[in-house]
């Protein structure tokens, strides 16, 4: 049976894409009729899906200018890889025991590619790479509220961000190492609170290299676990 889609989900995910890979760059003006007119739909979807895109953070609607697409916001970037470090380490270990060998060996797979781009470093390539690695372990999980919210984050952070790994290209050797520690423990099965622990340690490694990096003099704002 086909799941048809609703318009105002259409309209969603047609302004995401666009927002994610920076055709609606950050300030862009959503002109509603416009964004309908190009999906042959009515300005009802597409403001529905403007309001579910207001209340992830990726757009702001201002009065009499209308709705734009969310200026990139340094701290609210920090906020959301802290967010994501929780969710997705929870998330990573819930779906543990439901992971297959097949999902290991897919896993490990787009790893191995993430250390093929590392001779030709392309950050964009390695973040793309890097979600569909940790999608791959997160997406099983039971309980799908947690897959959305992480979902969301990962999102919001490509807004926020088209790639951490632009600002500290150094940090991918280490972070495809962690991935290996992360699906040895999965595939020993490991008690999940050392899975969570592994996920949420390697999101926020990234984030503390990103912070030293770029604000060398907020050492004291590093995140300590």
Same mark, same amino acid.
């Given at each position: 049976?086909?799941?048809?889609? /609703?318009? /105002? ?7 995401? *894409? $666009? ?11 959503? !002109? ?11 300005? !009802? ?9 207001? @209340? ?11 709705? $734009?697409?969310?200026? %990139?916001?340094?701290?609210?970037? $920090? ?8 969710? &997705? ?5 819930? @779906? ?5 060998? &097949? ?14 781009? =590392? +001779?030709? #470093? +392309? ?14 372990? #997160? ?10 919210? %992480? ?9 926020? $961000? ?5 600002? !500290? ?5 280490? /972070?495809?190492?962690?991935? &290996? ?5 999965? &595939? ?7 899975? *969570? ?11 503390? @290299? ?6 060398? +003099?907020?050492?004291? /704002? =590093?995140?300590?676990?």
């Amino acid at each position: 049976m086909t799941v048809t889609q /609703s318009k /105002s989900q259409r309209a969603y995910d047609w302004i995401k *894409e $666009r927002i994610t890979d920076q055709r609606f760059s950050p300030g862009y003006r959503l !002109v509603l009729g416009t964004i309908a007119a190009e999906n042959d739909m009515s300005v !009802v979807p597409v403001r529905e899906a403007i309001r579910q895109l207001e @209340a992830e953070g990726l757009v702001v609607f201002e009065t009499n200018v209308g709705a $734009r697409v969310a200026m %990139v916001d340094d701290q609210a970037y $920090r906020y959301s890889m802290q967010s994501l470090g929780i969710l &997705e380490g929870a998330a990573t270990a819930l @779906a543990a025991r439901s992971l297959d060998a &097949e999902d290991i060996a897919k896993a490990r797979a787009v790893n191995a590619q993430m250390i093929d781009t =590392l +001779d030709h #470093f +392309d950050p964009r390539t390695f973040t793309q790479l890097n979600r569909e690695f940790h999608t791959t372990l #997160f997406e099983r999980c039971s309980n799908p509220r947690m897959v959305e919210l %992480v979902s969301a984050e990962w999102g919001r952070l490509g807004h926020l $961000r088209e790639s951490t790994f632009i600002f !500290v290209p150094g940090r991918a050797q280490e /972070s495809v190492r962690e991935h &290996e520690v992360i699906l040895t423990l999965i &595939e020993s099965g490991a008690p999940l609170s050392a899975i *969570e622990d592994a996920a949420r340690r390697h999101r926020v490694a990234t984030l503390n @290299a990103y912070v030293t990096h770029e604000h060398p +003099d907020e050492a004291s /704002s =590093l995140i300590d676990i």
